[in-house]
DNA sequence: GCCAACGTTGGC
DNA sequence: GCCAACGTTGGC
């Protein structure tokens, strides 16, 4: 099982409208970005993810499941551009704001902290349980 | 709202 | 295939 991290702005996109989809999930739809792009296509079922509120917030708010491998953008007639579909599995008690990410010294390699652009990152398995234990949830 | 960083596009 | 121009992201 690998790990990950999903980018949106709440006001395009937020944790509650992502809770409220259910167990259907929702397509991770309108990346144009070859790099964000590949890690969806590298996902398999069942991988887990943070999904981060960029811009208001600027935190990290719940964790996600993929529930669907890549398969092309429904919003583009560009086949270049495919991506999965993800449901919402539990919220973080504690939100872990960027500002914990770039304080917490086990965390000073995140792609969060470092590739602050990409919208779809991968993260480490040590980084996943840290970001759980800061955010008060069980991994 | 600004602007730095960075990815993409397109002319040559 | 290079690189300048442009557009977008996202923190501040």
Redo the contacts with the bound molecule.
């Keep these: 099982m690998r790990y990950w991290l999903f980018?949106s702005?709440p006001d395009a996109w937020s944790w509650d409208q992502q809770v409220a989809r259910g167990d259907a999930g929702e397509e991770w739809h309108g990346v144009?970005?070859?790099?964000a792009r590949n890690n969806m296509r590298a996902m398999e079922l069942g991988d887990r993810g943070f999904f981060y509120h960029?811009?208001i917030g600027?935190e990290i708010v719940g964790i996600v499941e993929v529930c669907a491998l890549a398969h092309p953008d429904s919003t583009t007639e560009d086949a270049r551009w495919e991506c999965v579909d993800i449901r919402a599995v539990k919220p973080l008690k504690t939100p872990v704001t960027?500002?914990m990410c770039k304080t917490d010294p086990r965390l000073a390699d995140m792609v969060l902290v470092n590739?602050?652009?990409?919208?779809v990152q991968p993260v480490t398995e040590d980084e996943f349980r840290v970001v759980c234990e800061l955010g008060g949830v069980a991994p």
């Design positions: 980018k702005e144009r970005n070859y790099q960029s811009n600027k960027l500002e590739n602050m652009r990409l919208s």
